[in-house]
């Protein structure tokens, strides 16, 4: 054996061996035990949410016809980490885009993020993405995401079926259920019932490779969540009256508001002009939203649920109620009638008919010099201290009818009309310097009164129902729910007794069917099958010709429907809204029309082309 | 008769046990690696697990049949063999198969097969057959040539394959030239080329030359014990260089300030040496040599680097050195392992329940990086039980080596024992990030038929020495 003077070097080397591994060791433990950074890191490598988008809710019309339903649409979406070179010049081709704006979209993508997908090109339709599919494989680190666009069955009612959009930022912020690109209703039905219709998002967890391709599902599945389909709701609305509305209304600017009285659900709401809700869908949606929106007649505007307008002369139905209940005017009342009505200096003219008139008579020909007198006689009455006390009474009425607030029905946007307080006139005047006669167009409907079609619809319907309506609503049936909203099955009592509605719904009775020369003033709604009873208005317009107005009901005895007809710049309420209300009220009672003169009359006028030419000569 | 009786009862079992769990385990988180659920069978010879299994199989006949040769055989022909590795390591460089970048294979069929890995075991026996020989000692310079020749030859021909992984295990001997009796001096002078190595990378040219000079000025000092002859030495520098960059300035002749110092030093040698003569200071021109032998090494070094090395090996090399981080760079595969390795925690995520391996975030999972598998599926747990199985394994070696009588089978098992040791260290230091990314296998874990073999063959060899200890003499 050789003499070894290096043996004590064999302890250097099991030393330096050893302390090799205390530091492996120390290591390891640091990374494995002692910091949480790499259980999260190995978490974010291979687990991948994808959100299950559930079809949205249908919705049918009160005959179960299917109005709205949902289409395949697919969002193109890029992962810019797996981007390799491709034929630009194509793609663009197939999808119909500039290269200028595929060339933003994926530096955006970039920007947002190399790892996660982000959308080149949103909602295409089925046809572009069978083209696309047969070329997918060209595109490396471009693929589809599946999703659903509204799909409409008529190009009708599309203020009340609203349409769905993207979210907005706000609400992606204050929401905890909608991420940044969900889609959510924005107006109409889709908007009020979203949280129905809209069904619950899911997902699906799973296991992906580092090529991002899935390996299988996280731990069994056990923290999926099946996406919850949305909930199906029946209209209310006749689809077939809300076409026959439309075509009334066409070339015409206003509104048909039409009620089941018995239900107070809504059979129809016009709103012209209007638009095609096909408009509003895929991919044209922002550049027809912005046409529309520049339109100068407005067709975006819900005129039903919107617009203000003075009620004129159908006013003289409310005033008569309450002249009765205040027991301020009597069946028996007459007043005479010689061109209008007179105090001092002030005159207030009416129409030319058979004079005197009582009560009856006094709505049959709407004398103006009758309420006048009517509604002197509410502010003068002797059991109040004031006018103040007398006018917050008579329109304590008024609220009773809906006026002045929101009815609150199931549609968004409902605005709240105007109605005048003391406190408008003791600004106006001062403090109790006002009397009768400052207030008394109030007695005919005109002066600062804003009622909207929809309230007036909803008035008419109380009258039908001689003292109460509910509320009015657009949906009648959420599917798989008992009963709709509590506050659509309550009645609103009228502060009137039905008595009285008695009386003045035979005034209407007469100012449609009374006997030619009797000074009946809506013999242009009669029916020859039907007794249909309603009132006629003419709202004085600043800007342009009166507006032709008509509310009334139907049939007289066992109301199925009360409606409230706009026609903007039209002239008298019996020129135009009164054969227009004739026309729904028969084709919703008969499905169909006996005197087709009647239709072709309302159908082929054109009252926009005139306001045209005036706005042309205002300029 | 009697000697084939004594192989079985004089094996050390504790060594082979060691061996054959590792073995166990290499193969199963091979297994878990690239398990999938199409190939569920361990024993599926399509798959990596069973092809494992054969060249397990196969490792263990060529164990038996190294235990039944005659312990003289391996020092007998310890130069024999490595010739013989060395020419196929010539004949792939020229004629071999490219895989990964690396011409390092033989190809017989679907049996690919790496000479590389062969030659370190003929280097380590021809490492011990030399410093085992009568009359050599590591105190002469013909015998450090004589180990160069051995050591580096196979080296540089694995590393002109491109396989600077492999090329490094070499370095491994240096641990066995230590044990040798390797001088102080040697070694100081090692780990001083090292040090310029690295500075070469890290710094400006210009730094270095500045540090190599300062220190041939102390050295000077160290030698001389005479303040006197460093500010004169320094003086002349001072002057040559201030004469030498007035000429560069008054000529514009725009030579970098590198070359103008250059030329001042060998300028200013030249005094020093007349002066050395002169005066009879001791040992100048062998301080001069080392000094400009510094300045060549450090200018190689970056011409070769900037010229020679692919862009990977440079990346690799720059996030080392802590030059460049780019998490998404070369950064990257370290950075996924150790997520693979830290999402284990203490107790692992469970056998096949791994999710960064299998998924391929981690390269290489089932070669290099498998190390990366045990960390994540049997956590800190599993970690410390295999790094105690190595070290089991490694004490023992040093110990079988120790109580050798012949100093071939104690230098050999010291060759064996370093070859380890370093793949130990550099595959599992890479994996948690602590040392740069080099391609080498953790050996008897890793995927591999060469791998397992060589090891195999390696260790068993030793083995065999060490049941015929006894009867040796010399
Ligand atoms: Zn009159």
Redesign the interface.
């Known amino acids: 054996?050789?003499l070894d003077?290096?043996?004590v070097?064999?302890n250097i080397?099991?030393f330096l061996?050893?302390l090799?591994?205390l530091?492996?060791?120390v290591?390891?433990?640091l990374?494995?035990?002692v910091?949480s950074?790499?259980?999260p890191?190995?978490?974010n490598?291979?687990v991948r949410r994808i959100t299950q988008y559930p079809a949205r809710g249908l919705i049918y019309d009160r005959d179960g016809e299917l109005l709205v339903y949902n289409q395949a649409a697919y969002d193109i979406m890029v992962n810019p980490r797996h981007l390799q070179a491709f034929d630009t010049t194509e793609l663009c081709n197939l999808l119909n885009i500039e290269k200028q704006y595929l060339s933003q979209k994926l530096q955006a993508a970039k920007a947002y993020s190399r790892y996660k997908p982000s959308v080149v090109l949103k909602l295409v339709s089925a046809e572009t993405y069978a083209r696309l599919q047969e070329q997918m494989y060209q595109f490396p680190g471009f693929f589809v995401q599946p999703r659903t666009v509204r799909k409409y069955k008529y190009s009708s009612a599309a203020h009340l079926l609203g349409y769905v959009g993207e979210v907005s930022d706000k609400l992606v912020d204050t929401s905890s259920y909608y991420k940044s690109g969900d889609y959510v209703g924005v107006s109409g039905m889709e908007k009020s019932y979203e949280p129905v219709l809209r069904g619950e998002k899911g997902v699906k967890i799973y296991?992906?490779?580092?090529?991002n391709r899935i390996?299988g599902s996280y731990q069994d599945g056990q923290y999926d969540k099946e996406a919850q389909v949305g909930t199906n709701i029946v209209s209310s609305i006749d689809m077939d009256l809300q076409r026959y509305g439309e075509k009334l209304m066409k070339n015409k600017i206003g509104s048909i508001v039409a009620i089941e009285p018995s239900s107070g659900e809504i059979l129809a709401m016009v709103s012209s002009p209007g638009y095609d809700p096909a408009l509003l869908v895929g991919r044209p949606r922002s550049k027809n939203y912005q046409k529309l929106k520049n339109d100068t007649l407005k067709p975006l505007f819900n005129r039903g649920l919107m617009a203000r307008y003075p009620p004129g002369s159908t006013f003289k139905v409310i005033n008569a109620l309450i002249g009765r209940q205040e027991e301020v005017v009597f069946p028996s009342t007459t007043y005479s009638c010689h061109g209008g009505f007179y105090s001092g200096n002030f005159h207030m003219g009416c129409h030319n008919h058979p004079s005197p008139v009582d009560f009856i008579e006094s709505i049959q020909v709407s004398c103006n010099t009758y309420y006048a007198n009517v509604f002197k006689r509410i502010m003068q009455d002797d059991q109040f201290a004031s006018i103040s006390q007398a006018f917050t009474n008579w329109k304590g009425y008024l609220e009773s009818f809906g006026f002045g607030h929101k009815l609150n029905v199931d549609l968004p946007n409902e605005v709240s009309g105007f109605l005048p307080g003391v406190d408008y006139y003791n600004r106006y005047y001062g403090k109790d310097r006002w009397g009768y006669l400052n207030v008394i167009s109030l007695a005919i409907g005109q002066g600062e009164l804003g009622i909207t079609p929809l309230q007036m619809a909803n008035m008419t319907s109380a009258v039908a129902n001689r003292g109460y309506y509910y509320t009015p609503h657009v949906v009648r049936e959420v599917k798989g729910e008992q009963r709709i909203d509590a506050r659509f099955r309550e009645k609103n009592q009228i502060m009137i007794d039905s008595t009285y509605f008695e009386e003045v719904i035979r005034g209407m009775e007469l100012a449609v069917n009374g006997p030619p020369g009797s000074g009946s003033t809506a013999r242009t709604a009669r029916l020859d099958s039907i007794t249909v009873c309603g009132k006629t208005g003419t709202a004085q317009n600043p800007h342009g010709k009166d507006h032709s107005i008509f509310i009334a009901f139907a049939p007289k005895e066992d109301p199925q429907i009360a409606l409230a007809v706009y026609f903007e710049n039209g002239g008298f309420g019996a020129t135009w809204a009164a054969p227009a209300a004739k026309l729904m009220i028969e084709k919703y009672l008969t499905g169909s029309i006996s005197v087709q003169w009647w239709e072709d009359y309302v159908v082929e006028a054109n009252l926009i082309k005139h306001r045209k030419e005036e706005d042309e000569t205002q300029d | 008769m009697k000697r084939r009786i004594n192989v079985w009862t004089n094996i050390d079992w504790l060594t082979v046990v060691l061996y054959l769990i590792l073995v166990f385990l290499g193969w199963i988180n091979i297994y878990s690696a690239v398990y999938n659920e199409e190939h569920q069978s361990i024993f599926d010879f399509t798959q990596r697990y069973g092809k494992q299994m054969i060249w397990i199989v196969a490792a263990f006949v060529i164990a038996i049949f190294i235990m039944i040769i005659d312990s003289n055989f391996y020092s007998f022909f310890a130069y024999f063999l490595h010739f013989v590795i060395l020419f196929l390591l010539i004949f792939v460089t020229l004629f071999g198969t490219e895989i990964h970048g690396s011409r390092a294979w033989l190809e017989f069929g679907n049996v690919r097969f790496q000479p590389a890995e062969f030659a370190k075991i003929t280097t380590a026996l021809a490492l011990a057959r030399y410093l085992s020989s009568q009359n050599v000692s590591l105190k002469s310079f013909r015998t450090y040539l004589w180990v160069a020749t051995i050591v580096l030859l196979p080296a540089t021909i694995i590393l002109l394959q491109n396989d600077a992984g492999s090329a490094l295990v070499f370095f491994a001997f240096v641990?066995v030239l230590?044990?040798?009796?390797l001088s102080f001096g040697v070694l100081l002078f090692g780990f001083y080329v090292i040090a310029l190595f690295v500075l070469a990378l890290v710094l400006e040219k210009l730094f270095v030359i500045f540090g190599t000079i300062g220190l041939a000025l102390i050295v000077l000092w160290i030698l001389n014990k005479r303040f006197k002859y460093v500010m004169v030495s320094a003086l002349i520098l001072a002057g040559s260089g201030g004469l030498f960059y007035g000429i560069d300035h008054f000529f514009h002749l725009n030579v970098p300030m590198y070359f103008i110092i250059l030329g001042a030093l060998v300028f200013s040698s030249i005094f020093y040496l007349i002066m050395a003569y002169w005066y009879k200071i001791p040992k100048v021109a062998l301080l001069l040599l080392l000094l400009f032998g510094s300045i060549g090494l450090t200018y190689s070094v970056d011409h070769v680097f900037n010229n020679f090395l692919g862009s990977h090996q440079q990346k690799r090399i720059n996030q080392l050195l802590g030059l460049s981080s780019d998490p998404l760079g070369a950064g990257y595969n370290v950075n996924?392992s150790?997520?693979?390795?830290?999402?284990?925690?203490?107790t692992g995520k469970g056998f096949l329940n791994g999710?960064?391996t299998k998924?391929?975030?981690v390269p290489e999972q089932s070669t290099d990086f498998i190390f990366c598998t045990i960390?994540?599926e049997w956590?800190?747990i599993g970690?410390?039980v295999l790094?105690g199985l190595?070290?089991a394994l490694?004490?023992r070696l040093?110990f079988l080596?120790?109580r050798q009588?012949s100093?071939f089978s104690r230098i050999y098992g010291y060759g064996v024992?370093s070859v380890l040791?370093f793949h130990?260290?550099i595959n599992?230091?890479m994996t948690?990030?602590?040392v740069p990314v080099i391609g080498i296998p953790l050996p008897f874990i890793s995927y591999g038929g060469s791998s397992l073999w060589a090891f195999t063959i390696m260790l068993f060899i030793f083995i065999r020495l060490d049941v015929s200890r006894l009867k040796v003499l010399r």
């Not at chain 1, 296991?207 to 090529?211: E, G, K, T």
């Open positions: 054996m050789a003077t290096y043996a070097r064999r080397i099991a061996i050893v090799v591994a530091i492996f060791l290591k390891l433990f990374i494995q035990v910091s950074d790499y259980t890191a190995a978490t490598n291979v296991l992906v490779d580092v090529h390996k | 641990l230590y044990r040798q009796g996924q150790k997520i693979a390795i830290g999402s284990g925690q203490l999710t960064q998924y391929n975030f960390g994540e956590g800190f970690s410390f790094i190595f070290i490694m004490l040093l080596a120790e009588r100093t024992l040791f130990f260290v599992i230091g948690i990030g602590l």
